[in-house]
């Protein structure tokens, strides 16, 4: 028997059990790239700017996330208003999406992404996002999904020896 899956909007009673799967995913996925971040993880889950972030469930418990964000500065508004071509009041940044590394292959990545795709289009915004090359399994789960590449940057974070991160877009 399938076990109940749900996608529902994050919670402040959802960040503790979320930065305990982020952490523990971390190992495998190398998602953050910076590990163990520079300040504490519950800002990593939440940021500011979000249009919306949620939850999947499996049989009741977090087991992912994803967030929608409103990329107002910095290099994220810089690569995406410069690579789509759209003001950045257009976009809706894709972010922080994980899942519990127990629970991969069961789709729920999809559904997280689903749902916030749906809010962009829902707020009339172009969906980006960016993804760092070496994590393979999110660019094929974004390039399955119809996302395309439409340019690559180096953010400040991200070491010398690493590729380009990916900027991708949802047409």
């Known amino acids: 028997m399938a076990s109940p899956v749900t996608v529902r909007p994050r919670t402040p009673h959802d960040v503790p059990a979320l930065v305990a799967v982020l952490t523990a995913q971390q190992p495998a996925s190398g ?15 939440v940021r500011r ?27 994220e508004a810089d ?6 071509g759209e003001p950045v009041g257009r976009l ?3 972010s922080t999406l994980f899942v519990d590394q127990d ?19 829902a707020l009339d915004r172009v969906p980006v996002l960016d993804v760092v090359q070496e994590h393979s399994v999110a660019a094929d789960l974004y390039r ?9 940057v180096r953010p400040h974070w991200l070491p010398a020896d690493r590729a380009p991160v990916l900027v991708m877009t949802l047409p």
Do not use: I, S
């Open 79 to 84: 690569a995406f208003t410069g690579t789509t």
């Open 103 to 121: 629970r991969r292959g069961l789709g729920l990545g999809t559904r997280l992404l689903d749902a916030a795709v749906a809010h962009a289009r």
């Open 49 to 75: 700017g979000e249009l919306g972030a949620w939850v999947v469930t499996v049989d009741g418990r977090v087991a992912g996330h994803v967030a929608l964000l409103h990329p107002a500065t910095g290099w």
């Open 144 to 152: 399955r999904r119809g996302w395309r590449v439409v340019g690559e």
């Open 31 to 45: 998602y953050p790239v910076r590990w163990p971040l520079p300040f504490p993880v519950e800002e990593f889950v």
């Open 92 to 94: 809706a940044a894709v």
